[in-house]
């Protein structure tokens, strides 16, 4: 065991001793390190990206399945403090929950109606509740994209008959 650890680009080194984190967080590079007594856990810093389909309720109670992905990424000067609280298992403890809880939430403020007319307005609240859900844990989310809605087989034939009627003349 050599006294030397490298960190790669695109992570930092949570120093551990005794299998204690300590408050040093280790940049890239090669870093000393004490053999037998410390040793690194790495963290990834880059952008990541977390995807989860849900099935939620808007304002006027229809169903609607949506699928979502949010790009985020680990505060660099915090991994010590996540990796203490969460280890590497952040995604499946703190990301996918809050994006399904950010979800439920930001679909439940408009009807089926306003989620296909004001879509960058829901996904702009839903970007808003999601941040400030993962700050608390110095997690930061880059970017969110609602990928699909789809809607009861029911309410997609209301829709087209709705469109229909609109649509031929008087």
Do not use: C
């Amino acid at each position: 065991m050599t006294g030397f650890a490298r960190v790669p680009a695109g992570y930092r080194g949570v120093l551990l001793t005794w299998g204690k984190p300590e408050d040093k967080i280790l940049g890239v590079g090669l870093n000393f390190i004490i053999p037998f007594m410390q040793n690194i856990e790495l963290m990834n810093v880059q952008l990541q990206k977390a995807e989860s389909s849900e099935d939620t309720a808007t304002a006027d109670l229809q169903q609607v399945a949506t699928t979502v992905a949010v790009n985020f990424r680990l505060n660099p000067n915090k991994v010590n403090t996540i990796y203490s609280d969460l280890r590497q298992d952040y995604v499946s403890r703190v990301i996918k929950p809050n994006i399904e809880e950010s979800l439920k939430a930001a679909t439940a403020l408009y009807t089926a109606e306003e989620l296909i007319s004001k879509r960058l307005e829901m996904k702009s609240t839903f970007d808003d509740i999601l941040a400030e859900r993962l700050t608390i844990f110095d997690i930061e989310v880059v970017s969110v994209s609602l990928t699909d809605f789809q809607f009861s087989p029911s309410f997609k034939a209301a829709i087209e008959a709705k469109v229909t009627a609109e649509q031929q003349p008087l």
